[in-house]
C-alpha cells in the first residue's frame, strides 16, 4: 500500500509567533524530523531554554535561508529547543 505521508517536518517562519511551525509536534523515536529555514534570516534549533541555555542534546548551528537540518531523537520525552540569535524563538518536540 502507498502511503502519502510527509516525513516530518517543521518549517522555522523566523521572528514572529508562530517561530517554528508547527510550535509543538510530536513524533516517535527513531522518525527523522527535519526542520526546514524558509526564513530570509540565519536561525539555530538549539536543545534546551533561553533561561538556561544550550542542553546539549542537539544543536544545527547557524542555519541561513533555505537550510536544513535532519534530526533524530531516540528517547521519548519533551524537548524544548530555541533559537540562540533570537532567544524569544522557541518550540517544542515530543517524542513518543
Ligand atoms: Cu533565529
Redesign the pocket.
Known sequence: MESSVEKDKVN?L??ESP?YSPNIISIKAGEVLTFDNI?A????VTSGTQEYGPDGTFDSGLLKAGDTFELTLDKPGTYQYY????PN?VGTIIVS
Not at 41 to 44: D, M, P, Q, Y
Not at 83 to 86: F, R
Request: aromatic share 14%; proline share 0%; glycine share 8%.
Open positions: 522555522i523566523g521572528l517561530f526564513d534570516n540565519f536561525h539555530t533559537c540562540t540569535i533570537h524563538m
